[in-house]
């Protein structure tokens, strides 16, 4: 499986692709760590790494930190109200 390119992050950073989320709105987000080589999520001990913060792109930056942008990539998700509300995915 060959990964796509990946557009850069909204200041033009490497290896950061975020969905469309304005800074006014904090929303609690999903970052997840992803190898462009193969597409997957970093794991540990098998799970896959997912860190929920209301300010992703400190932790977008940190995880990214000392890490090759050729080949890794921080995703930012935003947590749907609904989904906090209810506690999970239906």
Same mark, same amino acid.
């Given at each position: 499986?060959?990964?796509? !390119?990946?557009? $850069?992050?909204?200041?033009?950073?490497?290896?950061?692709? +975020? =969905?469309?989320?304005?800074?006014? &709105? &904090?929303?609690?987000?999903? /970052?997840? $760590?992803?190898?462009? &080589? #193969?597409? %997957?999520? @970093?794991?540990?001990?098998? =799970?896959?790494? /997912?860190?929920? +913060?209301?300010?992703? %792109?400190?932790? !977008?930056? %940190? $995880? $990214?930190?000392?890490?090759?942008?050729? /080949?890794?990539?921080? &995703?930012? %998700?935003?947590?749907? =109200?609904? #989904?906090?509300?209810?506690?999970?995915? @239906?």
């Amino acid at each position: 499986m060959t990964a796509a !390119a990946l557009p $850069l992050g909204p200041r033009g950073q490497a290896g950061m692709a +975020t =969905s469309s989320m304005t800074a006014s &709105r &904090r929303r609690t987000c999903a /970052v997840r $760590l992803i190898d462009r &080589r #193969t597409g %997957e999520a @970093h794991r540990i001990n098998g =799970s896959p790494f /997912v860190l929920f +913060t209301k300010t992703p %792109e400190a932790a !977008a930056a %940190e $995880l $990214l930190a000392k890490r090759d942008a050729a /080949v890794w990539e921080a &995703r930012i %998700e935003p947590i749907s =109200s609904e #989904t906090q509300r209810f506690g999970g995915c @239906h």
